[in-house]
């Protein structure tokens, strides 16, 4: 982790500034084996559906206000590093160590205290993993993996959390949202500005 270039990118959420290491893209596919899509690592960006989440909880921090968070599939975490300055305590994670590891780095240049970075993967969650709001970035990409994503959603609503879903309007992604709008108390669409292009990101606020 520590041999990969990276770059130094500020971000101004809201009222609050923070600068992430993000890997450098060739760098990383360098580094890494590239995945299924032929693509380097997903969690080594920042995605437009990160943007969209804190887009959404700059509107409405109460879902975050002196809640317990927790962000699975985090990639850099950016949400959660935002989330940080009204939560009472986050767990933002992913599978991948390397993600963790960076989410760690952030974590620190940041000097965030509130906020832990964990390896989690939603198919083996622990047995004590337990929050108030749920965040998801981006998640839905891969129709095989969406059986897993709706059992563990489901789990979460059953124990009374809050899911908020930010999703690209993709093809291959309606099967899975579908699924997910008995439970929506709010469906939204943001446009999302990233690097001159716009994105349409839908925002679902998902409960039992």
């Avoid at 887009?55 to 975490?77: D, M």
């Avoid at 160590?97 to 965030?112: E, F, H, Q, R, Y």
């Avoid at 129709?143 to 059992?151: A, V, Y």
Wanted: charged fraction near 15%; hydrophobic fraction near 45%; glycine fraction near 6%.
């Amino acid at each position: 982790m520590e041999s990969i270039a990276a770059d130094l990118q500020e971000f101004k959420l809201g009222n609050q500034i923070l600068k992430i290491w993000v890997p450098n893209f060739q760098a990383l596919q360098i580094s890494h084996q590239l995945n299924a899509y032929g693509d380097a690592p997903f969690w080594g960006r920042v995605w437009p559906s990160a943007l969209a989440m804190i887009q959404f909880l700059e509107a409405h921090p109460s879902y975050i206000q002196g809640k317990k968070v927790v962000e699975l599939a985090a990639g850099l975490g950016l949400p959660s590093l935002y989330a940080s300055q009204l939560a009472s305590e986050i767990i933002v994670s992913d599978y991948d160590p390397d993600a963790v590891a960076w989410m760690g780095k952030n974590i620190g240049l940041n000097s965030l205290n509130n906020i832990n970075a964990q390896q989690i993967n939603w198919n083996n969650l622990p047995n004590n993993l337990v929050t108030e709001t749920l965040l998801l970035c981006d998640v839905n990409y891969d129709p095989h993996q969406f059986e897993g994503l709706l059992k563990m959603i489901n789990s979460f609503l059953q124990q009374g959390a809050t899911i908020l879903l930010t999703t690209p309007q993709r093809l291959v992604g309606r099967p899975f949202i579908e699924a997910l709008l008995k439970h929506a108390l709010f469906n939204e669409v943001l446009e999302i500005d990233q690097n001159d292009k716009l994105h349409l990101i839908n925002v679902l606020t998902l409960s039992h």
